[in-house]
């Protein structure tokens, strides 16, 4: 289930099946059911259980929650604060006690359902609702969680005042942004999503453009060799590198984009930094490159069609006629690092380049250069900010990070929830960039090539670590891509089609 919907989108959702003829009172009925079926299956030998229950639908799924763990033994006190008429019909049938929200109903309970706000809560959480919440996890106790933690914006994944650490969260139908995004990423817990009765076919109607980074996003789309192919098929990448000072970067990228399949892979050096590429490369050719004039006549080459600059280049005004002689090209491009901090005094200069070509272009920033270059954009909202940029510079933007955000001007956007904290090591973006830069010569889509550089990225990183260094990335490529090869051939027997190709490769 790759789609991820927002709070407004999945009200949406929620209207069109009931338009649909599945009745709101059997949503919520599904709702509650599995809210209790996950807190009976994760603590069968348990006998006290606290639902705490807000003023809206949340709140309406706790009381439904709290009648379904009754009804399997368990002793349930329930919390509420609100206006009991503005509750859902089907919190009616709770026939127990309901005690006021207190850190009271804490005192005999092994487990907590928070059902108090869900993914639309629309300001931050303070007074009595905030003390509760501080006292819930002062407590230790293990809590389900009902949608999101309360106080995690389903959007945003942001913290609205004070929110709640859940042990797990249920969702339903489907996720949502802020279930990847951080910090509400690592307040969800373990996350599943719930079928609750809503049809699949309602997104046809919402056509939601928010998607996890996952497989099932972009495996259809990906480059696998092909017995009758040859290496002139796979693509030709050009690497820029730096001075002789600064050469590394360069060769992590090329050895990046090499890993990931492309067929050949071409460092455009400095006259001062052949010797020292050269003594480092064997798969990979070096050639001269002093300035944008002889990147140009490299380029004229047109089988070299997919060209990176920026990892160790230097910042400056040679760099920045690099970068634009490039875009000139028929090459997809992919400018990271330097490259990018070129253009942070100018960047209109860099957007109206990219929009004029036909070629895809790729940038790559952290939230620092991101910042530089964009400034403030998208609210502060991560991925509003990744979307803006996007439509802004007519550019396919990567946006690093642990849960990092790939937006395409169209809207498009996946959030990738596949890292590890040890890829914040020196190099590694330098891979990433040559991964991407390897998939655009393959041909591969862009949006998608970029989402698939991503994942792989961070798969990577989860098979090495821990004692990742940079180097390291390139040769994990080859057992994400047999873990891939594997998946693929799950997928195709599932069916392209299917809403539910899009599995995780570590659950396959």
């Not at 026939?95 to 850190?103: K, M």
């Not at 905030?130 to 999101?148: F, K, R, T, W």
Request: proline share 6%; hydrophobic share 45%; net charge neutral.
């Amino acid at each position: 289930m790759l789609e991820l919907l927002t709070s407004e989108e999945m009200g949406q959702a929620d209207r069109l099946a009931m338009e649909s003829g599945v009745p709101d009172l059997e949503l919520m009925e599904n709702a509650g059911r599995a809210v209790a079926d996950e807190v009976a299956g994760r603590f069968p030998d348990a006998s006290e259980v606290a639902v705490l229950c807000g003023p809206g639908n949340n709140g309406g799924d706790g009381f439904v929650a709290a009648r379904h763990l009754l009804d399997k033994g368990y002793g349930v006190r329930l919390g509420f604060k609100g206006d009991p008429s503005r509750l859902p019909k089907d919190a009616a049938a709770w026939t127990g006690a309901v005690e006021p929200l207190s850190a009271a109903l804490l005192s005999r309970a092994e487990i907590v359902v928070d059902a108090l706000f869900g993914a639309g809560l629309a300001r931050p959480i303070e007074g009595d609702f905030a003390a509760l919440i501080e006292a819930v996890n002062a407590s230790g106790l293990p809590v389900v969680a009902v949608d999101v933690p309360s106080g995690v914006d389903g959007t945003t994944g942001a913290i609205k005042g004070v929110a709640l650490r859940a042990l797990a969260t249920i969702t339903f139908f489907r996720l949502k942004p802020g279930h990847l995004l951080l910090p509400g990423r690592e307040l969800c817990g373990e996350t599943r999503v719930a079928d609750i009765g809503i049809p699949g076919s309602v997104l046809d109607i919402i056509k939601p453009k928010t998607f996890a980074n996952e497989p099932g996003l972009w495996l259809p789309h990906f480059p696998w060799p092909t017995p009758q192919g040859h290496k002139y098929a796979r693509g030709h990448a050009v690497v820029v590198s730096g001075p002789a000072f600064s050469t590394g970067a360069a060769r992590l990228a090329a050895m990046g984009a090499l890993r990931i399949g492309t067929g050949l892979v071409t460092v455009a050096s400095p006259k001062d930094a052949v010797e020292v590429n050269a003594s480092q490369l064997t798969a990979v050719m070096v050639r001269v490159a002093d300035d944008s004039k002889e990147l140009v006549e490299l380029l004229s080459d047109e089988r070299k069609n997919a060209l990176l600059i920026g990892p160790g280049v230097g910042v400056g005004e040679s760099t920045k006629a690099k970068v634009m002689a490039a875009l000139a090209s028929n090459a997809a491009i992919v400018l990271d690092a330097d490259a990018l901090m070129s253009f942070a005094s100018s960047p209109n200069a860099l957007f109206a380049a990219i929009r004029r070509r036909a070629a895809p272009v790729a940038l790559t920033p952290h939230e620092g250069e991101f910042a530089r270059l964009f400034g403030q954009i998208g609210e502060g909202a991560r991925l509003e900010a990744a979307r803006a940029a996007a439509a802004r510079s007519g550019a396919i933007v990567l946006l690093k990070g642990s849960d990092t955000v790939v937006a395409a001007p169209d809207g498009r956007a996946s959030i990738n929830a596949t890292s590890s904290p040890w890829l914040a090591t020196a190099g590694t973006g330098d891979v990433l960039a040559g991964m991407v830069l390897g998939l655009l010569a393959q041909r591969m889509d862009a949006f998608e090539a970029v989402s698939a550089a991503v994942w792989m990225h961070g798969r990577a990183a989860q098979l090495r670590a821990p004692g990742l260094i940079s180097e390291d990335l390139p040769y994990m490529l080859p057992a994400v891509l047999r873990e891939l090869a594997e998946v693929a051939k799950k997928y195709r027997e599932k069916g392209a089609g299917s809403r539910q190709g899009g599995c995780r490769v570590t659950r396959c």
